[in-house]
């Protein structure tokens, strides 16, 4: 059964640090890239960080470079999104995707809650 499960989602103050994991099964992770998108309330989702396959290529939006490092263990077929410096925009549910040519797949999403 492919599932991705994330964790690690939670509440923090402003300035806090929040380190989300998404653990993938049933499918050969080491082939697809991966992504965490952020929906926040009554937003439409954004792309926040991605990671190419073997991990040699990452990406961030802009509002998030310096703050968040996206990385991956393709043996432990895990894919981590470290935050840092965390802001109440920060807040919002944390979507795993993962996708090789037309086959994607989601998470059930992690919530993040930051308090000024």
């Known amino acids: 059964q492919v599932q991705l499960v994330e964790s690690g989602g939670g509440s923090v103050q402003s300035g806090g640090s929040l380190t989300l994991s998404c653990a993938a099964s049933g499918f050969v992770f080491s082939l697809y890239g991966a992504r965490w998108y952020r929906q926040a309330p009554g937003k439409e989702g954004v792309l926040v960080a991605q990671i190419s396959s073997t991990g040699a290529g990452t990406s961030y939006a802009d509002s998030v470079k310096g703050r968040f490092t996206i990385s991956r263990d393709n043996f432990k077929k895990t894919v981590q999104l470290q935050m840092e410096s965390l802001s109440p925009e920060d807040t919002g549910v944390y979507y795993c995707?993962?996708?090789?040519?037309?086959?994607?797949?989601w998470g059930q999403g992690t919530q993040v809650t930051v308090s000024s």
């Open positions: 995707y993962s996708w090789f040519g037309s086959q994607q797949y």
